[in-house]
């Protein structure tokens, strides 16, 4: 055996091992802070569930959207049942606005908010939940979960998981794509056939008028002219070089002849806005971003969180995959085109795909 191989051995069987001892310590730990305790090893039939929770500690804006679906199916196997959410930060609420979910919790979990990580789980303590549902199973969701009274919990099968479930299921990777990974777990849960599954934001009437109106204002007297809006922001590769954007542009302004509003979307990180950019739009607010977003004719971004906010709220939209994989993170939504190959777009062909034209 060679040098390096013996090297990568002793390092995978290092791993191995390492693996092996955290994964001991934390189920040690989910044990101490309550594990199985109060579960039942029945499965409750659906008409027995009248109170369910969904856990789900992450702070990536992508992923929220992306829990969306996730969400929704549950509503629709549980219509009966008061359906409640947990997630990690305030900000992350309303995203889920409008779904029919009687309760959304902020766990703040972390060493820096601490103390509100604890009276968040006194809370959650004070009524038991019938169900709990683990959908990505990370190590905070776990935690949350072993602080949790309830009758079932249910979770894909891993070591750490069968400390805290009731119940769980071996993960078949059925599904490709990010959003619906976790779908397979209510498949089994409930023996059903796989389906086709899509999350949708929920935007008001309100939202979606005071959307237009800001639309028109930016424009002004320019509103019969075709929009086309895009955001440059995003993280580490994933960001696109704005001599590519500029490319990209050029090719929708020589299509349309000169004639056509370009908004560029300005964030804290994005702050001035490209030349071509005639208009630039921006809101912290995710669900007015979403509105206004949905209202413009057609919007370009790379793999980021406004690319799956835009999708989820159905705006046609067309999803920009330079170093991601498309079949795992791209743009679910109806209206969405998603791009790998920048240098190959062709502007008409784009816009007849999605059916603009």
């Known amino acids: 055996m060679s040098l390096i191989k013996t090297i990568r051995t002793a390092l995978r069987k290092f791993d191995g091992n390492r693996r092996e001892k955290s994964i001991g310590l934390e189920v040690w730990f989910l044990k101490v802070l309550g594990g199985r305790r109060g579960r039942t090893e029945r499965l409750l039939e659906p008409k027995e569930v009248k109170r369910v929770l969904i856990i789900r500690n992450n702070k990536r804006i992508g992923n929220m959207f992306f829990l969306l679906p996730f969400v929704n199916q549950v509503k629709a196997l549980y219509p009966e049942a008061e359906v409640e959410l947990i997630l990690s930060d305030p900000w992350q609420g309303s995203i889920f606005e ?92 409930h023996n059903s056939e796989p389906a086709e599954y899509f999350g949708r934001l929920v935007l008001s009437d309100a939202e979606q008028q005071e959307a237009r109106k800001q639309l028109q204002t930016l424009l002004g007297e320019n509103q019969a002219k075709p929009s086309l809006a895009y955001f440059r922001g995003a993280r580490g590769a994933k960001v696109i070089a704005d001599k590519d954007w500029q490319t990209l542009l050029t090719k929708f302004k020589q299509h349309y002849a000169g004639e056509m509003n370009i908004i560029e979307i300005l964030s804290p990180d994005v702050t001035a806005s490209l030349a071509e950019a005639e208009f630039t739009y921006s809101n912290g607010d995710l669900r007015k971003l979403a509105a206004f977003l949905q209202q413009v004719p057609l919007f370009f971004c790379g793999d980021t969180g406004p690319l799956h906010l835009a999708s989820s709220a159905g705006a046609y939209c067309v999803g920009l995959f330079t170093v991601t994989n498309v079949a795992q993170y791209g743009c679910l939504g109806e209206h969405a085109v998603n791009v790998t190959d920048l240098a190959a777009i062709d502007a008409a062909k784009l816009l007849e795909e999605l059916k603009l034209r």
């Open 98 to 189: 409008n779904l029919g979910l009687s309760r959304i919790h902020f766990s703040q979990f972390g060493l820096k908010t601490i103390s509100q990580f604890f009276r968040a789980m006194k809370q959650l303590k004070q009524q038991p939940y019938d169900l709990v549902l683990l959908p990505y199973g990370g190590s905070s969701d776990r935690i949350v979960a072993s602080m949790v009274e309830s009758r079932n919990v249910v979770a894909f099968y891993g070591p750490a998981d069968a400390a805290v479930c009731s119940h769980t299921y071996k993960y078949q990777r059925r599904y490709s794509h990010f959003a619906l990974s976790c779908m397979e777990l209510l498949e089994q849960l």
